[in-house]
Each structure stands twice: as structure tokens, then as C-alpha cells.
């Protein structure tokens, strides 16, 4: 889309970017960008009707007035009473869009009547606008060839009237870079994308800004017991790692009050995040069938975003306390040294599950993280984030992530946070009953109920048993949001970076 999306430009942009609220005049501004009426005779046509969105434009006469824009975009926000700050981001698209036609390269935006009027926080509104321009900003071209010409990229300078909202968007700006490095992670394809190459780009992540990172392979996975990720990992040439990147606060805003930044680091219990990081997910020997392997290398996007939410917790959120992230990562192959249905295996924390199914491995290498996370880590709390069940799909679409978390203080916390990032989570219930329907005639559990009924419930109710139940602990199923279909809002088809943006303002409120 562009080529680089900054803050800055020059004192008169080609385009003054202002709000207006559904079939509402521009009440203050109107008269000033509109002296020959042509906005209000618009009106009247039944165009500039201020859906959310929707542009209407207006050229002023700038050799009339030296000082005046080239092109005024008048954009909808939809009615007065429902306005919430995180529309923008989807208003930021299309202004984004429309520039793309355009081919002007300097905007300024005035929201400053809209924001007063409805009595928004310009700051948290500029992030909203800076996460839209630069989500819609994305661009994964690494692996087109000769056969495709390049289209022309512009740079684009954003300025605004308001400094909290300009803020605001270089904030935003910043988070969006972290979600694009989850979104192109997530579609870099299976053949390069190996457990290995994403290592790899954690050890990268950790030299740049200062995270240590340790890679369990091989001897080390045995040692440690990582029975799942040994298991599902062993049909493929590309070997099972366990990812661990720690960032630890620095001096200043980090060290907490009265505290030297080490001591202060030592004394918190750190917050882990995990991810399922399946580099593709064929399903083994219970092989996916018809369509549904296709675009299974996108399994790994739990993994990618914690990735990449270590990248804004690194750069841009740099939290008070520690943070530890554990991505389980491994190819879900098969070959004459696959693991099977009927297998059983026993792991870390001494429970035993038969496998019933090798399709329903996400959970098997999620199991290794939560119990190493509980037993060594000893966290404040744990969040993990997993493409792991096709029905949390049908539960809820690509609306809502799936919530599993019986802890009322991290579910206020990843409320607040969802609520500021605009990626929706949806609880689901907990229960004892659901155990009981993992209960196995020859092992503690099964990996796969015999049962179809509620599978991303029992799913997490089978991740449950390697919790210590003294730690709070949030899974959220991102089967249903970690991709869209087709173009929506700042996305285009392809994958959202779903869960950047929720743990980073978790951590940010830390
Ligand atoms: N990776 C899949 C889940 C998935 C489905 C992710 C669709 C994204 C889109 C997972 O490993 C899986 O195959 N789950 C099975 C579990 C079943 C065998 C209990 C499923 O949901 O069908
Ligand atoms: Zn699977
Ligand atoms: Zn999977």
C-alpha cells in the first residue's frame, strides 16, 4: 500500500482530512472549508451523508487562498450517539485507501470537533487511526517473482491539528509495525517457516532489542521432558523447538518505585505468554481431508502473535514488569516414524494422555509450555493464544476469539485491554463436566474426545489439567480471527496479527 507511513510533512499538506458525524453538519468548520456552499448543496443531493467510512470531497480555491489544501476529505463517523473512538480505525482505512487513488503524500487530520463534541480522548483516538493507516499500510511481497510487476509504493506523511492525537497515531503507528511482523511471519510459507527459521527470528528479536533467548532442541527437549513437542515434532525433518524469550524491564519507567531495576525485576513474578506454533498442521496420521489443509501454515499464528507482541512489549510498551513468552513449535508431519493414534505418552507433571487423535496435537505441545511456565516460571500469570479447534470457528466466526479463563481479575484486565484494541474475546465456560469428558479407559485423558460435542471447550478443559490452579490462566482460542477471507476494514485477505495489539495493552497496563 505504502511504502512508509511517518509523522510529519509539510506546514500546508495536500489534504485536510476532517470528521462528521452521521447526516450532521460539520457544525464550527463548515463555513470556513465550505465558502461557495458546495458541501452543504452535497448535502443536499444526498451524498456527505457521514456513514461511517463514507468521503466526501471538496477542492478548495487555493489560488484564492494560498494557504488552503488542495483536497478536503470530509469522512463519516457514523451517528453522534454510538461514536467510540475505535471506529477510527476502520475511518483511518479508508482515508488510507482513498489516498492510495490518489496519490497525495501529505495529510493533516482535524478531528478536533468530533473528538470535543462526543468528548473522546484524542490520544487513545490517534492510536485507533494510527493502528488503521498502518495495518492498512501491510505489504508481503518477499516471494513475488519476475511474472508480477511491483505496483508503485508512496510514502505517506501524517500530520495532525492536535498534538495528543498525533501522539496518539505515532503510538499506533508503532503497534502496527509490531502486528505486520505477525502478519508476515504468519505468511511466510511452511517450506521456509520451519520451528528452526522461527527461532531464528526470536534470536533476531532478542539481539536487536535486548531480550535473552533460549532454543530447547533436540537432547535439551528429552532432558526437559517436553513430551509433546517430542512426539508431535518426530514425522518431520524439521525438528520440534521450544522457544523462551524473556524481557526483563530496564531502568527508569521499568524499575518500579524505589527500586533498582534489577532488584526490582528479581522480586516480580513475571507474566508468560505462550503460542501455539504449529509451522503447518497436516494432522499426522489422522490426515486433514478434502480442503482443510490448505492454509494450515498459518497454524503457527499464536506463536507469531506473541512474537510479535514481545516486539511492542520491547519496543514501544516496555512494561514495568518481566515478561517471559514460550513459543512450542513444531511440524505436525507424517512419516513411518509418526506418533500414532493409540499412543500413549506421559508427561512433565506426571499425567498421562492417550492420543486419540493426531490432529488434535496443538493442545499436546500447549501442555509442555503450561506446565514448564507454572513449575519454573513461577508467573503472576500465564495467556496463551492457539489456532487450536475448527469449532471454536463455528461457535463464533471471525468476530470474536473464544475466552477460557475462570480468574476474575485477569478477565477484567484482558477486557480492559480488548476493549482498547478492538479484537474481541467471547467467554466460554470452564467446567468440571467437560474434564470428566476427557477422561481416558487406559491413560488420565484423551488428546480428542470421542464425543464431538463442544471440542474447543474440551479442548481447553484437556489443557487444564497442566495448570496449576493457584495461576491465573487465560486461553484464547484464535481459530476464528487469526485470518480474514477477504478485504475488511484495514486488513486485506490474508492474516490479522490477532492478539498483537490485546497483550500489548495488557502489558501496557501492568
Ligand atoms: N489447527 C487445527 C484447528 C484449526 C482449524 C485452526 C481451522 C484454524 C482453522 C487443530 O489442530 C485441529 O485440527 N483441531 C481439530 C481438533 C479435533 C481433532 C479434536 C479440529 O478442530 O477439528
Ligand atoms: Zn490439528
Ligand atoms: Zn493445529
Known amino acids: 500500500m505504502f511504502d512508509a507511513i511517518r509523522i510529519g510533512g509539510p506546514a500546508r499538506p495536500q489534504v485536510l482530512v ?19 456552499g458546495h458541501l452543504q448543496a452535497a448535502r443536499q443531493r444526498g451524498e456527505a451523508t457521514g456513514e461511517p467510512g463514507r468521503i466526501f470531497e471538496l477542492f478548495p480555491d487555493t489560488k484564492a487562498d494560498k494557504n488552503a489544501p488542495a483536497r478536503i476529505m470530509l469522512v463519516g463517523v457514523g451517528p453522534r450517539d454510538s461514536f467510540k473512538v475505535g471506529m477510527l480505525r476502520n475511518v483511518a482505512a479508508s482515508i488510507g485507501r482513498r489516498l492510495v487513488q490518489t496519490r497525495e503524500t501529505d495529510i493533516r487530520i482535524d478531528f478536533s470537533d468530533v473528538l470535543n463534541q462526543s468528548k473522546a480522548d484524542a490520544y487513545q483516538a490517534g492510536i485507533a487511526f494510527g493502528e488503521g493507516l498502518g495495518l492498512l499500510g501491510w505489504v508481503y511481497d518477499t516471494f ?22 498525533e501522539e496518539g497515531i505515532e503510538q499506533g503507528l508503532a503497534l502496527a509495525e509490531s502486528t505486520n511482523f505477525a502478519r508476515s511471519l504468519s505468511e ?29 532442541r533436540g ?45 526490582g525485576a528479581r522480586a516480580q513474578k513475571p507474566v508468560v505468554l505462550i503460542g501455539k506454533t504449529m509451522t503447518y498442521d497436516s494432522g499426522g496420521l489422522s490426515l486433514k481431508i478434502g480442503g482443510g489443509m490448505v492454509g494450515m501454515k498459518r497454524d503457527k499464528d499464536g506463536g507469531c502473535a506473541v512474537l510479535g507482541a514481545m516486539h511492542a512489549i520491547a519496543t514501544v510498551i516496555q ?47 500447549l501442555a509442555d509450555a503450561l506446565i514448564y511456565a507454572c513449575e519454573i516460571e513461577k508467573p503472576r500469570y500465564i495467556v496463551d493464544l492457539a489456532t487450536l479447534t475448527g469449532g471454536v470457528v463455528i461457535a463464533l466466526g471471525s468476530v470474536y476469539a473464544g475466552l477460557f479463563c475462570d480468574d476474575d481479575d485477569l478477565r477484567t484486565k484482558l477486557d480492559q485491554a480488548s476493549e482498547a484494541s478492538g479484537e474481541r474475546i467471547w467467554r466460554l465456560p470452564l467446567h468440571q463436566e467437560y474434564r470428566d469428558m476427557m477422561k481416558s479407559p487406559v491413560a488420565d485423558i484423551v488428546n480428542s474426545s470421542p464425543v464431538r460435542k463442544a471440542a474447543p471447550i474440551t479442548a481447553a478443559a484437556f489443557l487444564s489439567h497442566f495448570v496449576d490452579e493457584k495461576i491465573p490462566w487465560a486461553h ?27 497483550l500489548a495493552n495488557l502489558l501496557e497496563n501492568e
Open 476 to 502: 484464547i482460542d484464535i481459530a476464528g480471527v487469526h485470518a480474514v477471507e477477504s478485504d475488511s476494514g484495514p486488513f486485506i485477505k490474508g492474516p490479522t496479527g490477532w492478539g498483537v495489539r490485546l
Open 18 to 36: 476532517i470528521a462528521q458525524f452521521q447526516d450532521e453538519d460539520v457544525a464550527k468548520q463548515a463555513k470556513q472549508i465550505d465558502p461557495y
Open 319 to 365: 512494561p514495568r514488569v518481566p515478561v517471559v513468552a514460550f513459543l512450542a513449535a513444531a511440524e505436525n508431519a507424517i512419516s513411518d516414524e509418526a506418533y500414532r493414534p493409540d499412543d500413549i505418552i506421559r508427561y512433565r507433571n506426571d499425567v498421562t494422555v492417550e492420543v486419540t487423535n493426531t490432529d488434535a496435537e496443538g493442545r499436546l505441545v
Open 144 to 165: 513475488k517473482g519476475k511474472a508480477t510487476k511491483t505496483p508503485k509504493r508512496t510514502k505517506l506523511n501524517v500530520r495532525s491539528e492536535q498534538p495528543e492525537f
Open 188 to 216: 511466510t510459507p511452511p517450506n521456509i517457516c520451519t520451528p528452526d527459521w522461527m527461532a531464528q527470528q526470536a534470536e533476531r528479536l532478542g539481539r536487536e532489542y535486548g531480550m535473552k533467548v533460549k532454543i530447547f
Open 219 to 263: 537432547r535439551d527437549l528429552e532432558r526437559e521432558n517436553f513430551t509433546g513437542l517430542i512426539n508431535v515434532g518426530k514425522a518431520s525433518e524439521h525438528q520440534p523447538c521450544m522457544i523462551r524469550i524473556e524481557y526483563t524491564p530496564k531502568g527508569g519507567k521499568g524499575a518500579g518505585k524505589g527500586k533498582t531495576a534489577k532488584a
